[in-house]
């Protein structure tokens, strides 16, 4: 059985949970899935990826022809919520430099959503899971391509791709593998 990256384990478990209707996890491995694509493309001296890397990722590769009406900002505070307290509370949030985001699933539509909260004049973003789901399997294209044509990111992508946690299946009598 061929070896598989904790990345592309990822993307299939973002798809697993999506399709059970398990938001909340959807969302936490989109999250997650979004701060490693910044993390390959981070400058040789930069080892942890922050808040700005997630937002200027998000910017370039996941938010553009995405439909998505919220900021990079807004999906940070969102995803800082998700992922410290599975809540829709965040710092940025409570201070008011972010909006928060409702996410519509299933037959519910972000748009109907985002009149209802209007009118009762509520400052959220209605988000449509699905087009999560959809913008980050376009953006993590639009990244490996953009990589292909850029030998810079594409060296500094290269040199991390090989630290990415491996899956090896250990086959009867072999030594399985250390990583």
Known sequence: MPAINALQELIIAIDLCFEKGLVAPTLALLYSGIDAMAWLGLPDDQEDVTGD??????????????????TALDLYSSRCGIVHSMTAESRAIRRGAAKRIFFAWGNQ????????????????????????????????????????????LNRRVEARHDKIFTNVQAQAGAAPDSR
């Open 53 to 70: 890397d997630f937002i200027r990722w998000t910017d370039r590769y996941l938010l553009p022809n995405s439909g998505i009406p919220c």
């Open 109 to 152: 539509r972000a748009d109907d959503m985002q009149q209802i909260l209007d009118g009762i004049g509520q400052s959220v973003s209605a988000v449509q899971v699905d087009a999560m789901v959809k913008a980050f399997q376009i953006a993590v294209g639009r990244f490996v391509e953009a990589s292909e044509h850029d030998p810079e």
